[in-house]
């Protein structure tokens, strides 16, 4: 028989909840290939199931996304630690210092990369515009490792944060990490006109706008499961 060659990776899940399950705070993934990797941290808008077995899209493209780039440890955090399964409703999380204390500790551990990927939903929620700004400022003291997603060719690099749902649909496998635009983030965070005067979107804002907004942003209907894991 011809000699066969054989490749194996198992990746370790981790998730830390509140003692009820309503709250999920972290999911890391750990990459167990004999060498060490880079690390990062993904920061989206809020969780949307407490089983760990299962992965849903987003998780998916995440680590289908980052694991070729390097990271073997892969840490999803989020603005909400609140388990909406449908869609997040910002109005009925009655306080979010909790999880604004456990992001200040995650912080801490010396990620190599930070990913900003909440996406642009909720652009004039303004409870959502102030977790947005919390973090911005959380975030001041690691500048340098702070990204986001755009694609290698440059198509939607007018977007922000973009969601890994939205890049995992509209550009699969071409993800780009560039640095966090920290200066235009304030710019947007004091534009208090941007949604009341109509203006033309151009496709990929008009994309991001129906990934996100129509569809969970972080659960997009069926799970699905990543082959490689064991």
């Known amino acids: 028989m011809e000699k066969l060659t054989i490749n194996t990776m198992r990746v370790e899940r981790k998730g830390v909840f509140d003692k009820n399950y309503k709250k999920r ?43 070729p780039m390097g990271y073997t440890t892969i840490t999803i955090c989020n603005l909400y630690a609140e388990l909406f399964k449908q869609r997040l409703k910002p109005s009925e999380v009655p306080n979010n210092t909790e999880n604004r204390k456990y992001l200040d500790e995650v912080l801490k551990r010396g990620f190599d990369t930070i990913l900003l990927g909440y996406g642009n939903t909720f652009l004039t929620n303004k409870f959502v515009k102030e977790e947005k700004e919390y973090l911005i400022k959380l975030l001041m003291g690691y500048k340098d490792k702070v990204v986001d997603i755009v694609d290698d060719k440059g198509e939607y690099e007018k977007l922000t944060a973009t969601h890994p749902l939205m890049a995992g649909r509209y550009f699969p496998n071409r993800w780009k990490l560039r640095p966090f635009a920290f200066e235009k983030a304030k710019e947007k965070a004091k534009d208090k006109e941007l949604s009341k005067k109509p203006k033309g979107k151009s496709i990929s804002e008009e994309g991001e706008k129906n990934q996100n907004e129509e569809s969970n942003p972080n659960q997009d209907g069926q799970p699905v499961v990543f082959a490689e894991t064991a």
């Open 25 to 67: 705070f972290e999911l890391t993934f750990t990459c167990n290939e004999g060498k060490s990797g880079k690390s990062i941290l993904v920061i989206g808008l809020n969780p949307a199931s407490e089983n760990i077995h299962i992965l849903d899209t987003t998780t998916t493209f995440i680590l289908n996304n980052l694991i």
